[in-house]
Structures are given as C-alpha cells and as structure tokens.
C-alpha cells in the first residue's frame, strides 16, 4: 500500500435533525431542521399544528408600565455612570498632566545642573592635562640637556657643569615646537659659582657674537633696587659667591633682557628656587607679567624643574640645574579648549597665597561654532566673588599646579545651559487632551465591548487552526521524509536482499566453481554497496541537519585547492569507473583558508552527481581568481543533459523528488553542499547561463564561491622546479590512458598519513546491547591488535559493576541501551564512571550526533556508528581515540 493511503486527515462530522414531511406527490422526505421550519410556515409538515397566539399577541404587544420605569431607570444609572467616569478620566488626566509639568521641570533642572558639572568638571580636567603636557615637557627638557655624568663635552665650562651644546638644547626646544605646545620662553638655569662666571660669560658673548649679532649681550644680570621707583630693575650683577643665571634660552629673539638673568637676584624667585633645591619638585611662580607681553590681561608663569634624584645619588646631593619654562596663562586655555565641546567661560584664580581674595590669573570665554571650530576671548580681571554674583550657573574646582594650587571657575554663558520646558509643556499637553480623548472614546464607545469580546474569540479561532495548520505542516514534513527515506533506502534494501539470498543458495551448494565463486563476490560487493549507499545516505542527513543548526565544526586551513581538493576528487572519480573525461583546470600553488574535509565533500558530491547523468563529453574540474581579482571559485561542469527549468527554482531544498525526475543530481546532496558552503564563509550557485555547446548537452556549471581571496605563497609565481607556470601546466585532462594508477589514486583521494602504530596491550570494554555489533566489534579489534585484551557489557549497570573490580585502558559505551530493571543511557553511564573515579579513556559511540553530550558528561572522544571494518581505518580511528 502507498504510504500516502496510510495517512488520514482530520474532518468534523455535522448531525443534523431531521423531521418527516409529505411532499405534493405523497412520498416522504427527510429535511433538515432549518428548512423544517420553512416547510411548516408554508404548511407542508403534517404533524405540525399551529396554536392561537392572538390574544397572547396582543397581551404582549406592548410592555407594562414598570418595565418601562424600569428600562427608562437602568438607562438613567448608565448614562450617570458614564458621565462619572468620564468626567473621573478628565480629572485624572488633569492631575497627571500638573504632576507631569513638576516632575519634568524639576527633572530638566537637574539634568542641566548635571549636565553644567559635568563640563566643567571636563574643561577643568583639560586645563590639569594641559599643565602636566608643560610640566612634562619641563622634565624632559632638564633630562635631555643636563647629566651630571655627562663626558660629551668637556672643552666648555658649560660641558663641564653637565649641560649640553647649544645646538642641541635648540634641537630639543625644534622637536617640542613641531608638536604644537605654546610657550613663551625656555632656559636652562645653573648654578654657577663666582669662579666659573668670566669662563660663562666669555663662551655666550662668543655663540652671541657669532649667531646672534644684533644682540647687545652684556654679561651676568640681575635684579638691583630703582631708587627712582622703589621697585626692581635689571642691570650688571656684582660679585656674588653663585648666580642662578637663565644661560641657555629659546627662543632668543624677544628674550634678550632675560639672557643670563641672574634669577636668584629676585626675592620672589630666590624662594621658588631655594624650594625646587631644598624639595626635588617642580615650584611655579606667583604670576608675573612678561616685558614682551603686548595684551592686556595676560599673565604667566615661570615654572622651575630640577630633575629627578635618582637613587644613586646621596642623600644630602642638591640639584645644580632648573630648567625654566615662561607659560603664558591664555596659552594653557588655549591648549585646553582644543577638545571643547560646547560653548562656556572659564577663569583661573592662585588661591595659593589667599583663600579668600585668589588672585587672577586670567580667564577667556570658549565659543564652539557649529563646524566644530574653537574660538576663544580672553577676559578682563575681575575677582572671584564678582565673577560668581553675576552667573547664572557658577562651578568651582580646584586643580594642583606643581606647589600651586589654582581654583578654575567655570560659568555658563548667556543662552547655554538653559532649562528647555518645550517638551515637558508639550508631555504635559498632550496627555491632558489625551485624557479628553480618552474620556471621548469611553463615553462613545462603550457599546462596543462586545464587538471586542467577539474579536477576541475570533483570534482565539484564528489561533488554533494556526496551531491546527502548524500540527500538519510538521506532519506533512515528518511524512515527506519518511517517503523520501523509504524511496532512498527501498532499491538498494531489495538489492542486497537478493543478493543475500543469491549468497545463501550457494553456500548450500556442494560443488564450488570458479563461476560460483564470481558470483559470490559480485553478490557480496552489491550488498556492500548498497549498505554503503544506505550508510552514506543516513550520514548525508545528518550532516545536513548540524549544518543547517549551526553545529558542524568547521577547522579551517591554508589547503592547495588543486592538489587537496580537485585531484582527490577527480582520482575518485577514476576508482568509481567513470567513463567520461575528466578534465582538471587550476593554477598552482593557488592556496584558500577553508576546511579542507568539507569543502572536499562539497566537490565530491558535485561531481559523482554529474557522473550519474553524463553520457558522453566531460566533467571539468575548474578552480580560479576572477580577473581584476575578488573571491576565489571553484567550477564543478559537466556535458550531462542540464537541469530542468521549472526545477531550478528549488534546487538546494532538502527532500527533492526522485533524481531521476530532475535529469540531475540534487535530492539531499545539494542541500547539504549548500549548507556546507555556507559554514564554509561562501556560497553556492548553478549558473544558468551555461552551455556546452554540444547538441542535446547543455550541461550544467556549479560555482561555488569561497568567500575569501587567495592566501600569498612564497611558490606563487614559480613551481617546485623554478619556472613559471603556464596555463598548459594549470590545465589538465585526466582520460583513462592518462589517469593515476589505483594505488596514486587512492593516495590521492584519502590522503592516506604514516602507518598507525597501536599498543600491543591494552585492556578494553565495550558496552553496547546488541549482541551482533558485540561479536563485530571483536573480530576487528583482533585483526589489528591481536594483543588487547576485550571484555563486554549489554548495558551501562553492569559496565559499572565492572569497574569497580577491574581496571580499563579504554571503555567503549554505546548511547541507547535497554536494561530488565531501569535503563541508563551512554551519557549517564559515563558521568556515573568518572563520579566512581574510573580514569580510563572513554569513547561514545552512537548512530546518531551525541558527541556534544558525551563529551559534556566527561568522555574523552566519540566515534559515530557504524565503525569502520576497515583495517587500516579502524586503525586510525582507534589511535585518534587514544589520542584525545
């Protein structure tokens, strides 16, 4: 019977009642209840009697007096009810809009708040980052120019106390300035005793003299008393026993009062370098105004730097070099505001000195433009108090400047920061209308609850012949596959039935021929075949199914598409008998990062596919880089008679019809390839516009596309010999008088590695509840390792009864086992074994994909059923197993 008739679809069965009517001719009819009573309004039923309803009409016609005060009352409460409520959602949208305007304009004031702290916490932090960029630069200066080790230059006093040439020190102050750091000056300042002094003077007015010679260059200067003004000015320096002079300073131009200015003259910089001597730290000066400053408002500062003490140096040792670095305050605002984000006003106080009354140290409004430009004006003095009565927002915050302490104000200016009640007045808007609406939509639409009520019960209807309509559609698919399944496996079943059946009969015989015995073997190689085929086919679907769930794993490697995949594939082709020619067309050394295996599988499948319908022409095997360059791809053509048009639409769905129908391998071997390609990284395609050009062969081209470009070889350009390849070299025609032997060809198509060395004693268990695979499972392990010692189990209870009075090299465990009392899978045998302690090496075995689940429970490999016979396949299997 076809397994379509074994399926039964649902139906429903409708009753109806039926009466018994006359019609004109007298014969009796049966007529269906809703038709009854038309035939009893026209007077055809004869059992039918009509009663006097008059009077009772005319009693009911109308209703009683208290029905109507009733019906007019339950009215009433429903039309109060209604009002109520809706005039309830009104007020409740009335109060949630108020609540709404409070609660948004308390939030946007927060978040503005939040919002000002949180720039001017960043600006600040600019500022902190821009000073440290100075001090940096401060150390590194006085690192690279001075060592008191330093051997480079003895020949001048200035070599001799550690400092280093001129020309270098102006090198490094170059290498600065190509990084865009702004400063107004930089020196080197040493102390220099009374001895030394005519020695340093001598050498500066000789480099002055001849690099400099417009500058006036008069000796060690410093700071004398103006009796005219009571103040300080710069003149000659007197014998003093030391000087801290500024002797090396960059740049020259605009600095020229400064050069070797005797710093220690001045009280104010006598202390900041008695603090960077006594301390090893960076000292700032309070703010001073440069000579060569020409805008108004604009302080700096000079920043002292002694170095490092390093730990060699003894305790008590004094730093006998400061560099000097003259940083002008709206060049670190400058710096500062270059990753500005939005406008606003920042101000710098000394609090050093005076908490209370800071001093000014300058102050700029940063504008952000909308292309992203940063602009600032620099601001008047104004002190601290003023600045903070007049903002609208203010944010105070103190950052550490060497020995300083600097307080930066940051204010909003007009138009920023502002609170935006736009959208709060529009939320609060429109959910009090969207109470009116609501309260509209309640009053007019209450009638239409049971509308709704039907709505509902019509998608639960909706739902369950959706949730009906899903149950079949699985069961069409579970059908679809059990006939396809029956389909496959039917042809070759029967044919190793007969030709078992044909084995039995002669092994009754009692003569033995030469042509018995032929027979015998083309009946066992149908049987293996057909087992093959039905194996392979089981395999192919369940490869199927992991690559489509995403669960194959895929190991990629550099793999020579031409001697690791084609050639395998088309030496197969040669072992399968094929009659065609095979052409091979590749350059060489072309190498692709794919799965080596897989990909090998996909071309396989292409290829015996073709050679099932190709009767005369070719089966080319075709690998390239398109010109221009882009993905690589591989060619799978043959001559065959082409693919249909109306079955191209579905070729890669899984369960096609018959093969034969198609004219063209797909069924589920095209599915799996376009699984594959796809895990792969690439895909896969028939390209219609394909032609052989031999009449009644249009033949049929696969592409498949690797996703990826080729991978450089250091052979790209030239093979093992030293010449470059030739297209004759890369294409190839493999006919029978040119194919490999059998022996390169099985080379070839297995890739077949070093011979496998085994233990020759182990002791072994194997537990699976099927006797017959048992008593198989014996035999090949005695063929290969005669000296193994193998012991059996029927189920997983008894496998752990063994083990816990014998000791195992390797347990195999078959997945599904039966027991009389309980049954424990293969899965739950193992993590019983590894919670018992059993160490031994524990391999899963099942038919189906379990290796996720057996490893997971603590085995150590997993082998997919049926295991090879194979000597030397079962052979590597048994030491990949020992090798996991």
């Given at each position: 019977?076809?397994?379509?008739?074994?399926?039964?679809?649902?139906?429903?069965?409708?009753?109806?009642t039926?009466?018994?009517?006359?019609?004109?001719?007298?014969?009796?009819t049966?007529?269906?209840?809703?038709?009854?009573?038309?035939?009893?309004e026209?007077?055809?039923?004869?059992t039918?009697?009509?009663?006097?309803?008059?009077?009772?009409?005319?009693?009911?016609?109308?209703p009683?007096?208290?029905?109507?005060?009733?019906?007019?009352?339950?009215?009433?409460?429903?039309?109060?009810?209604?009002?109520?409520?809706?005039?309830?959602?009104?007020?409740?949208?009335?109060?949630?809009?108020?609540?709404?305007?409070?609660?948004?304009?308390?939030?946007?004031?927060?978040?503005?708040?939040?919002?000002?702290?949180?720039?001017?916490?960043?600006?600040?932090?600019?500022?902190q980052?821009?000073?440290?960029?100075?001090?940096?630069?401060?150390?590194?200066i006085?690192?690279?120019?001075?060592?008191?080790?330093?051997?480079?230059?003895?020949?001048?006093?200035?070599?001799?106390?550690?400092?280093?040439?001129?020309?270098?020190?102006?090198?490094?102050?170059?290498?600065?300035?190509?990084?865009?750091?702004?400063?107004?000056?930089?020196?080197?300042?040493?102390?220099?005793?009374?001895?030394?002094?005519?020695?340093?003077?001598?050498?500066?007015?000789?480099?002055?003299?001849?690099?400099?010679?417009?500058?006036?260059?008069?000796?060690?200067?410093?700071?004398?008393?103006?009796?005219?003004?009571?103040?300080?000015?710069?003149?000659?320096?007197?014998?003093?026993?030391?000087?801290?002079?500024?002797?090396?300073?960059?740049?020259?131009?605009?600095?020229e009062?400064?050069?070797?200015?005797?710093?220690?003259?001045?009280?104010a910089?006598?202390?900041?370098?008695?603090?960077?001597?006594?301390?090893?730290?960076?000292?700032?000066?309070?703010?001073?105004?440069?000579?060569?400053?020409?805008e108004?408002?604009?302080?700096?500062v000079?920043?002292?730097?002694?170095?490092?003490?390093?730990?060699?140096?003894?305790?008590?040792?004094?730093?006998?070099?400061?560099?000097?670095?003259?940083?002008?305050?709206?060049?670190?605002?400058?710096?500062?505001?270059?990753?500005?984000?939005?406008?606003?006003?920042?101000?710098?106080?000394?609090?050093?000195?005076?908490?209370?009354?800071?001093?000014?140290?300058?102050?700029?409004?940063?504008?952000?433009?909308?292309?992203?430009?940063?602009?600032?004006?620099?601001?008047?003095?104004?002190?601290?108090?003023?600045l903070q009565?007049?903002a609208?927002?203010?944010?105070?915050?103190?950052?550490?400047?060497?020995?300083?302490?600097?307080?930066?104000?940051?204010?909003?200016?007009?138009?920023?920061?502002?609170?935006?009640?736009?959208?709060?007045?529009?939320?609060?808007?429109?959910?009090?209308?969207?109470?009116?609406?609501?309260?509209?939509?309640?009053?007019?639409?209450?009638?239409?609850?049971?509308?709704?009520?039907?709505?509902?019960?019509?998608?639960?209807?909706?739902?369950?012949?959706?949730?009906?309509?899903?149950?079949?559609?699985?069961?069409?698919?579970?059908?679809?596959?059990?006939?396809?399944?029956?389909?496959?496996?039917?042809?070759?079943?029967?044919?190793?039935?007969?030709?078992?059946?044909?084995?039995?009969?002669?092994?009754?015989e009692?003569?033995?021929?030469?042509?018995?015995?032929?027979?015998?073997?083309?009946?066992?190689?149908?049987?293996?075949?057909?087992?093959?085929?039905?194996?392979?086919?089981?395999?192919?679907?369940?490869?199927?199914?992991?690559?489509?769930?995403?669960?194959?794993?895929?190991?990629?490697?550099?793999?020579?598409?031409?001697?690791?995949?084609?050639?395998?594939?088309?030496?197969i082709?040669?072992?399968?008998?094929?009659?065609?020619?095979?052409?091979?067309?590749?350059?060489?050394?072309?190498?692709?990062?794919?799965?080596?295996?897989?990909?090998?599988?996909?071309?396989?499948?292409?290829?015996?596919?073709?050679?099932?319908?190709?009767?005369?022409?070719?089966?080319?095997?075709?690998?390239?880089?398109?010109?221009?360059?882009?993905?690589?791809?591989?060619?799978?053509?043959?001559?065959?008679?082409?693919?249909?048009q109306?079955?191209?639409?579905?070729?890669?769905?899984?369960?096609?019809?018959?093969?034969?129908?198609?004219?063209?391998?797909?069924?589920?071997?095209?599915?799996?390839?376009?699984?594959?390609?796809?895990?792969?990284?690439?895909?896969?395609?028939?390209?219609?516009?394909?032609?052989?050009?031999?009449?009644?062969?249009?033949g049929?081209?696969?592409?498949?596309?690797?996703?990826?470009?080729?991978?450089?070889?250091?052979?790209?350009?030239?093979?093992?010999?030293?010449?470059e390849?030739?297209?004759?070299?890369?294409?190839?025609?493999?006919?029978?008088?040119?194919?490999?032997?059998?022996?390169?060809?099985?080379?070839?198509?297995?890739?077949?590695?070093?011979?496998?060395?085994?233990?020759?004693?182990?002791?072994?268990?194997?537990?699976?509840?099927?006797?017959?695979?048992?008593?198989?499972?014996?035999?090949?392990?005695?063929?290969?390792?005669?000296?193994?010692?193998?012991?059996?189990?029927?189920?997983?209870?008894?496998?752990?009864?063994?083990?816990?009075?014998?000791?195992?090299?390797?347990?195999?465990?078959?997945?599904?086992?039966?027991?009389?009392?309980?049954?424990?899978?293969?899965?739950?045998?193992?993590?019983?074994?590894?919670?018992?302690?059993?160490?031994?090496?524990?391999?899963?075995?099942?038919?189906?994909?379990?290796?996720?689940?057996?490893?997971?429970?603590?085995?150590?490999?997993?082998?997919?059923?049926?295991?090879?016979?194979?000597?030397?396949?079962?052979?590597?299997?048994?030491?990949?197993?020992?090798?996991?």
């Amino acid at each position: 019977m076809d397994s379509s008739t074994k399926m039964t679809s649902l139906s429903t069965v409708t009753t109806k009642t039926a009466i018994t009517t006359n019609n004109t001719n007298g014969n009796s009819t049966n007529i269906h209840d809703d038709s009854a009573f038309d035939a009893a309004e026209k007077g055809q039923v004869n059992t039918m009697i009509l009663p006097d309803t008059t009077t009772q009409q005319q009693q009911h016609s109308s209703p009683p007096a208290w029905a109507k005060n009733s019906s007019n009352t339950n009215q009433s409460i429903m039309a109060k009810r209604r009002t109520m409520f809706t005039a309830l959602i009104v007020l409740v949208g009335a109060i949630a809009s108020v609540a709404f305007y409070s609660m948004g304009i308390v939030s946007v004031k927060r978040e503005q708040e939040s919002l000002f702290e949180r720039r001017a916490t960043d600006i600040t932090k600019s500022i902190q980052n821009a000073w440290n960029q100075y001090e940096v630069f401060g150390l590194w200066i006085q690192e690279s120019c001075f060592s008191p080790l330093s051997e480079t230059n003895h020949d001048t006093i200035a070599g001799r106390m550690g400092l280093c040439s001129r020309e270098k020190f102006a090198l490094l102050i170059e290498s600065v300035n190509s990084r865009g750091l702004e400063f107004k000056a930089v020196g080197m300042i040493p102390n220099v005793t009374d001895d030394n002094r005519a020695g340093l003077e001598e050498e500066s007015r000789a480099y002055y003299a001849e690099h400099y010679p417009k500058v006036d260059y008069n000796g060690f200067v410093g700071f004398v008393p103006n009796e005219e003004t009571g103040g300080l000015k710069v003149a000659s320096m007197v014998q003093e026993p030391s000087y801290w002079p500024v002797h090396y300073m960059e740049p020259v131009a605009g600095n020229e009062a400064a050069l070797d200015l005797d710093l220690y003259s001045h009280p104010a910089r006598q202390q900041a370098i008695d603090r960077a001597v006594a301390t090893w730290k960076p000292i700032v000066t309070n703010r001073i105004r440069l000579a060569q400053e020409t805008e108004p408002n604009a302080y700096s500062v000079l920043s002292y730097n002694p170095g490092v003490k390093y730990a060699s140096m003894a305790e008590n040792a004094k730093p006998t070099v400061l560099s000097s670095i003259a940083v002008r305050v709206p060049d670190l605002l400058q710096e500062a505001a270059q990753d500005a984000s939005v406008s606003i006003s920042v101000t710098i106080y000394d609090s050093t000195d005076d908490s209370t009354n800071p001093t000014f140290m300058g102050g700029a409004d940063i504008y952000v433009h909308e292309n992203g430009t940063v602009a600032l004006d620099f601001v008047a003095d104004i002190d601290l108090v003023t600045l903070q009565e007049a903002a609208t927002r203010f944010e105070e915050l103190d950052i550490q400047v060497a020995d300083r302490t600097w307080v930066v104000a940051v204010t909003a200016q007009p138009g920023t920061f502002q609170d935006n009640l736009v959208f709060v007045i529009l939320g609060g808007t429109m959910i009090f209308i969207a109470s009116i609406l609501l309260a509209i939509w309640f009053y007019t639409n209450m009638g239409r609850m049971l509308q709704m009520q039907k709505m509902k019960a019509s998608m639960e209807s909706e739902k369950a012949r959706i949730i009906l309509e899903t149950a079949r559609q699985q069961a069409r698919a579970e059908r679809q596959l059990n006939e396809y399944i029956a389909h496959e496996v039917r042809n070759p079943l029967c044919s190793a039935i007969t030709a078992l059946s044909f084995v039995s009969a002669a092994t009754k015989e009692t003569e033995s021929t030469e042509d018995t015995r032929h027979r015998l073997r083309e009946d066992v190689a149908i049987v293996d075949a057909s087992l093959q085929f039905i194996n392979e086919l089981l395999r192919n679907m369940l490869d199927m199914h992991r690559a489509a769930d995403k669960q194959m794993k895929i190991t990629k490697a550099p793999t020579d598409l031409r001697q690791d995949v084609l050639q395998p594939v088309a030496a197969i082709l040669h072992l399968r008998g094929s009659k065609v020619k095979v052409q091979l067309e590749c350059p060489h050394n072309l190498v692709c990062n794919t799965d080596r295996m897989r990909l090998k599988q996909v071309v396989l499948n292409l290829s015996i596919n073709a050679t099932k319908f190709v009767t005369q022409g070719f089966i080319r095997l075709r690998a390239e880089v398109p010109e221009g360059g882009g993905n690589v791809r591989i060619y799978v053509e043959d001559s065959g008679p082409g693919i249909p048009q109306e079955k191209r639409g579905r070729l890669f769905q899984k369960f096609q019809e018959s093969l034969d129908l198609l004219n063209q391998g797909t069924g589920i071997g095209l599915c799996l390839c376009k699984h594959l390609s796809c895990l792969l990284g690439g895909d896969i395609w028939l390209d219609e516009s394909f032609d052989t050009g031999i009449e009644g062969c249009p033949g049929t081209r696969f592409i498949i596309d690797m996703g990826s470009g080729p991978m450089e070889t250091p052979d790209d350009a030239h093979d093992a010999t030293g010449e470059e390849s030739s297209p004759q070299q890369s294409s190839r025609h493999l006919t029978d008088e040119e194919a490999p032997s059998i022996t390169d060809a099985e080379n070839l198509a297995q890739e077949e590695p070093e011979p496998v060395q085994l233990p020759n004693e182990l002791r072994v268990l194997f537990v699976d509840d099927d006797l017959i695979i048992r008593r198989l499972f014996m035999r090949a392990i005695k063929r290969i390792a005669a000296g193994w010692h193998v012991e059996e189990a029927s189920n997983g209870e008894t496998a752990l009864h063994m083990c816990k009075s014998n000791e195992y090299d390797i347990i195999f465990i078959d997945q599904y086992m039966a027991s009389v009392e309980k049954q424990l899978l293969g899965t739950e045998t193992v993590r019983a074994l590894r919670a018992q302690g059993v160490e031994a090496r524990i391999c899963g075995l099942s038919a189906n994909d379990m290796e996720e689940g057996f490893l997971e429970n603590g085995a150590n490999s997993f082998l997919f059923k049926p295991f090879p016979c194979e000597k030397d396949a079962f052979s590597r299997e048994l030491a990949r197993i020992l090798r996991d």
